[in-house]
């Protein structure tokens, strides 16, 4: 059995917490305080107001994502070959073609799509240099991305190098190619880096839905219904 829509506020609500977390620089206060550093010169951030997020996929947590960025003042775009035009109109969101299209009109980009063949290592070192560094007002606020879909569709080594370089500022991550995430892993050398631990659906409202969604469809078959 399968409960796709338990966990949906949560992975929407962890969404938003990496967006905050990575413009802001929390981890990086975090780790110099910790350290003894008051960083309070260094950690200049830049608001999610007046950016362009990009959807990479147009289903139920991205369309959750999509109504609380618009409330932070986000201007929201997607791509999904099956996206819901209907649905992108209600919610005042700009559908593009491809994903290339996608990448190239926004400073942020949230993936939640599905890993698949046509996804798999979809975003690499090229897709990722499509991204502007600044904001349509000019503000250099550098890109910005964050996974929470699967490991695999973001190609780990691209976004690392991204982050050395400069051509992400940020990268959050809740998914990996290899869970646990190995200590070899170079994004872990990042200070542009993030991550969680496949936490998404991790809150103790979302694993009540699911257990009682699934009593109760067990039920329902017990019952031949």
């Known amino acids: ?11 929407v609500e962890l969404t938003l917490a990496h967006l905050l977390a990575s413009t802001r620089q929390l981890a990086t206060a975090d780790r110099g305080l910790r350290e003894g550093r008051w960083l309070k010169g260094e950690l200049a951030g830049f608001e999610l107001g007046g950016k362009r997020l990009g959807l990479l996929g147009f289903g139920r947590i991205a369309q959750g994502v999509a109504r609380a960025a618009t409330a932070l003042g986000m ?7 099956r996206a819901d035009a209907a649905a992108a109109a209600a919610l005042g969101v700009r559908l593009h073609a491809s994903p290339e299209e996608l990448f190239a009109a926004c400073t942020h980009v949230s993936v939640h799509c ?3 063949e046509r996804t798999a290592a979809l975003v690499d070192a090229s897709m990722l240099a499509r991204m502007p560094q600044a904001a349509a007002d000019g503000t250099p606020c550098g890109a910005h991305l964050v996974n929470m879909a699967r490991g695999g569709i973001v190609v780990e080594t691209d976004a690392a190098a991204a982050l050395a370089s400069g051509t992400l500022r940020s990268y959050a991550a809740d998914v ?37 969604e699934l009593a109760a469809a067990v039920l329902a078959a017990l019952g031949g219904s």
């Open 1 to 11: 059995l399968n409960t796709p829509g338990a966990s949906t506020a949560s992975v």
């Open 75 to 81: 201007e929201v775009d997607a791509h999904s070959p």
């Open 114 to 116: 599905a890993l698949t």
């Open 176 to 212: 990996f190619e290899a869970e646990p995430l190995p200590a070899s892993s170079p994004l872990l050398a990042c200070d542009g880096f993030v991550g969680t631990p496949h936490v998404g659906g991790a809150t103790f409202e979302a694993q009540a839905r699911v257990g009682l």
